[in-house]
């Protein structure tokens, strides 16, 4: 397989769940507010937060209202963390790549960029939000659906799951760190909705159910903690997603300082134990975690995409 | 009186007519109409096409045409236009009611393309090693020698089966006598073959009802059969050689095909910085396994960009090395460097004379009159009768540069006037043909529409002839310039045979 040809489709990975997760995101920070009173509800902010995104925005004319949020992270070509940007980052490696993939995979994810690019251009009122962002994360679930049913399971395949589990890796970080930061005050008015606000955590990274099958006890910041980044069986868990990227790692050529640096990672995150509050700890450590992931991306780029040329 | 819930026994009043096709007021005029003849009436082969088309309405009509319009987006079917900003890709312009070419016709028109390309073949492996030819004074010395696409390093070059152009589209017109010529040979790089494949794909899905009434030659076994053409030309005698497509990239505007080529054949695509010419001057491409060998590149990059050690110093897009791993033998090119000598558009009016030379043939498929603006009997007719002529210049493709004298202005005239007295070597000219047309869905109505037609001949230990070819169509009322980048559509193409049950 080319060099080339690898690395477009590792970032068609990365871009398509990326896209997915941010999607998650809104969703579920949209219900959220549905069940909050108004002065507990986190600010939309946390949006940019999640996407390291604020920098930017702040820079942009609009005020931090709702309405502007909700449309700089889904349909701002400016923005490249916007889900359109994702997207259209996603088709362009695919459309470079096409001759390798499943032709049903390229017409799907041109069509979700299509359907979302009609959108794009205008607001996303809350009436419509539900259906627009569950038709992403959809779609892209099919579309990762589709390339495992009906791809040959070879180096690309595996090329496009190292980009899909490291962005799920990094995403699920960033999600807990917004959430245990930003969420989670220690005022008094927030304690009664301290629970429903880490079932939200659980939700957006469609957790929640699986968390109670798995765990069997209440919800507990502790726990959630536990399972979001140690599960090893829950398919967005960080330490389940780096076990898929040492999965796909074993079966590359030449792969050794590449899971050298995936194996770091995955001992560093068994090794920590959760059960303290979360607070400025958990933050340093996520920090350091989300180092040590783009550690195993420079890996991977030096070993497969640039050989020889680091 | 009250009648709820009671069935009138009396018929309802019957609905307003149906808005339908009315095939009276279709009128080709002067021109010769692939579907509907003078009389108006359906040609053998196209009967059951004008009666399914009779009975739709034209609402029905437009609808199919819709999915068609929409599956073209979704399936991402699209070409190029140069310097449109942003928004590079345009969907591809497909009419659903397809063009239609009878069988018995179609063998005969097969036979001329593979005529013609041998001969062509023979010609070119001809000029490059004795020039028997120019010797024998069939083709002027000096015509060659003033040939931009005439490349020296190429002199004394041996492919394989001394064939040059492997691919090639020939494009065919039909005049309003009925006969058809071709118009020009496109020996170097030509496109649309994906067009023609995506095009019956589309059809399928929109017509299907059609497929059932009708006997078509199928058009999906080209991307097979040109890969079985590539793999003949593999220097090295193993089972599966290494068969790649060369690409200029994502900015090209056939990337789509290319794409969709190396697809279809399982091959690699590549880019000229995706290769690399060892010190063995073997080609190697890159790959996350380190270099690995190439074998045969079919490269969809011009002559000029192929290898900036030999050509285009400042090409990125080729591979240094390339063209000396060819000479060397070590890597198969489809089409070989320098087969543009023969489809230079003064080299085109010698093909007949070409044919009968190698072929000791007449040719079977005619050239359009053409007049050479270098020989001086010939420019004074094409300088008096400009406003009835099509100038072409000698190397240029895409319909970029020429004239077209009925649908010209007298500025646009005088232009080419000066251009053919300061360059009469590169510019030709040919009567305006009066293009046949064919029935084209244009917003609510359907009206006829000037085409031509692009086979693609395969060529390499044996020949190989796309069942039809894509028709490209004039969309714009009266236009004759058929091109997708000028505003052009496109046709399925059915060779329909009116004998099979």
Redesign the interface.
Same mark, same amino acid.
């Given at each position: 397989?080319?060099? #080339?040809?690898?690395e477009r489709v590792y970032w068609l990975g990365r871009f398509l769940e990326r896209s997915e997760n941010t999607a998650r995101l809104m969703l579920v920070r949209h219900q959220a507010i549905l069940d909050l009173p108004k002065e507990v509800q986190p600010g939309w902010e946390i949006l940019l937060d999640v996407l390291g995104a604020h920098e930017n925005f702040a820079a942009l004319p609009g005020v931090a209202n709702e309405k502007n949020i909700i449309s700089y992270v889904f349909g701002e070509r400016d923005n490249p963390s916007s889900i359109i940007s994702s997207l259209t980052s996603a088709r /362009?490696n695919m #459309?470079?790549t #096409? /001759?390798?993939l499943p032709?049903e995979a390229? /017409?799907r994810v041109?069509?979700l960029y299509?359907s979302v690019a009609r959108r794009s251009t205008k607001d996303l009122p809350r009436g419509m939000r539900h259906s627009v962002l569950t038709n992403i994360v959809q779609s892209s679930q099919q579309i990762t659906g589709l390339l495992a049913g009906s791809m040959n399971q070879d180096?690309a395949y595996q090329f496009i799951r190292l980009g899909r589990n490291l962005e799920r890796a990094d995403m699920s970080t960033r999600i807990i760190d917004a959430a245990s930061a930003g969420l989670m005050g220690d005022e008094e008015y927030i304690i009664p909705f301290r629970n429903v606000l880490w079932i939200s955590v659980l939700q957006s990274l469609s957790a929640y159910q699986m968390y109670r099958l798995n765990v069997q006890r209440n919800v507990s910041p502790q726990d959630v903690l536990g399972f979001l980044f140690q599960s090893p069986v829950f398919p967005r868990a960080v330490a389940h997603c780096l076990g898929e990227i040492e999965y796909s790692v074993k079966l590359?050529?030449?792969n050794a300082p590449v899971l050298k640096a995936a194996v770091k990672v995955r001992r560093k995150l068994k090794a920590r134990d959760f059960s303290d509050q979360p607070g400025a700890a958990l933050h340093d450590f996520i920090d350091q975690l989300q180092i040590q992931l783009e550690d195993v991306h420079v890996a991977i780029a030096n070993t497969?995409f640039s050989?020889g040329e680091s | 009186m009250v009648q709820s819930g009671i069935k009138s026994p009396q018929p309802y009043a019957r609905k307003k007519a149906r808005s339908t096709i009315d095939w009276n007021q279709y009128d080709s005029g002067e021109f010769y109409d692939e579907i509907i003849s003078h009389s108006g009436r359906a040609r053998p082969a196209t009967r059951s096409l004008v009666a399914f088309i009779r009975k739709q309405t034209i609402k029905h009509l437009v609808s199919r045409q819709h999915a068609a319009d929409l599956a073209i =987006?979704? %399936?991402?079917i699209t070409f190029t236009v140069y310097s449109e900003g942003q928004n590079i890709d345009r969907s591809w312009p497909m009419d659903i009611i397809p063009r239609i070419i009878p069988l018995q016709e179609w063998r005969i028109l097969e036979e001329g393309l593979i005529q013609r390309l041998t001969a062509l073949n023979m010609f070119i492996d001809d000029i490059y090693n004795k020039q028997q030819i120019l010797k024998d004074k069939i083709v002027p010395q000096d015509i060659i020698n003033s040939s931009p696409e005439f490349l020296k390093e190429c002199v004394g070059a041996k492919p394989r089966y001394g064939v040059w152009s492997h691919i090639c589209g020939s494009d065919l017109v039909r005049d309003n006598d009925g006969t058809v010529y071709v118009l020009e040979d496109n020996l170097r790089v030509p496109s649309g073959v994906s067009y023609m494949l995506e095009n019956r794909a589309i059809s399928k899905r929109v017509l299907p009802q059609l497929f059932d009434r009708n006997s078509i030659l199928p058009v999906a076994d080209y991307p097979s059969q040109l890969f079985d053409m590539l793999v003949s030309l593999s220097p090295r005698a193993i089972k599966h050689p290494e068969i790649v497509?060369m690409t200029p990239g994502?900015f090209n505007s056939a990337y789509f095909e290319h @794409?969709?080529l @190396? =697809?279809r054949m399982g @091959?690699?695509?590549?880019?000229g @910085?995706?290769l690399v010419v060892g010190s063995d001057d073997k080609v190697y %491409?890159?790959?996350?396994?380190?270099l690995s060998p190439v074998d045969v590149i079919y490269r969809r990059i011009n002559d000029d960009f192929l290898d900036p050690d030999v050509f285009r110093p400042e090409s990125a897009l080729g591979t240094p090395g390339l063209f000396r791993a060819w000479r060397k033998g070590n890597v198969g090119l489809a089409n070989a460097p320098g087969a543009g000598v023969a489809d230079d558009k003064v080299i085109y009016t010698f093909v007949p004379a070409i044919i009968k030379y190698y072929l000791d043939q007449d040719p079977i498929i005619p050239n359009v009159p053409s007049f050479l603006c270098v020989n001086s009997t010939h420019r004074k007719h094409v300088l008096e009768n400009l406003a009835n002529m099509v100038v072409k210049p000698a190397n240029e493709s895409g319909g970029y540069g020429m004239l077209v004298g009925p649908a010209s202005t007298k500025k646009e005239r005088a232009l080419f006037a000066d251009l053919i007295k300061k360059n009469p070597r590169n510019y030709m000219a040919q009567p305006a043909l009066k293009l046949s047309t064919a029935p084209t869905l244009c917003g609510k109505n359907i009206e006829p529409r000037h085409l031509d037609l692009r086979p693609f001949v395969l060529q390499g230990k044996n020949h190989y002839v796309t069942a039809g070819g894509l028709t490209r169509v004039a969309l714009r009322k009266g236009s004759l310039v058929v091109n997708s980048s000028q505003g052009g559509g496109s046709k399925d193409t059915w060779i329909v045979d009116t004998e099979a049950g």
């Open positions: 397989m080319l060099s #080339r040809t690898a /362009e #459309r470079t #096409r /001759e390798i032709s390229w /017409e041109n069509s299509l180096a590359l050529p030449d497969w050989p | =987006q979704e %399936m991402g497509v994502v @794409a969709y @190396a =697809q @091959a690699e695509l590549v880019e @910085a995706d %491409m890159k790959t996350i396994r380190g």
